[in-house]
């Protein structure tokens, strides 16, 4: 399985970006999709999940209700609306998935797979 994670840049705090996520390498049937990030010297914080049927997705306190994820099941992509981002956004974002289990899942080592990161920047 590969992930491929792109989208990320440097904004200004206020400003919005659109991460997307494309997972390739085996068929996708029932699988959970989500994104985390890492700052540095911090541990890898949970963002967002979403489960492979689309619908509400599971978000972390620090992001809910600025943050939208969305999954298109026939590509493969998951994204992630990043709006009113703040400097504390600032953070490489990986995308994961697994295949077992709820999407309402935010430990990182319950994910089997990873995608390589995408850095987001923002400035204040």
């Known amino acids: 399985v590969q992930l491929q994670a792109s989208g990320g840049g440097l904004v200004q705090a206020g400003g919005s970006l659109r991460l997307s996520c494309k997972a390739s390498g085996r068929t996708f049937t029932k699988y959970v999709m989500g994104w985390f990030r890492q700052a540095p010297g911090k541990e890898r914080e949970f963002v967002s999940s979403v489960n492979w049927s689309g619908g509400s997705g599971y978000y972390g306190d620090s992001v809910r209700g600025r943050f939208t994820i969305s999954i298109d099941n026939a590509k493969n992509t998951v994204y992630l609306q990043m709006n009113s981002l703040k400097p504390e956004d600032t953070a490489v974002y990986y995308c994961?998935?697994?295949?077992?289990?709820?999407?309402?899942?935010?430990?990182?080592?319950?994910?089997?797979?990873w995608g390589q990161g995408t850095q987001v920047t923002v400035s204040s």
């Open positions: 994961a998935t697994k295949f077992v289990g709820s999407f309402r899942v935010h430990t990182a080592t319950q994910y089997d797979y």
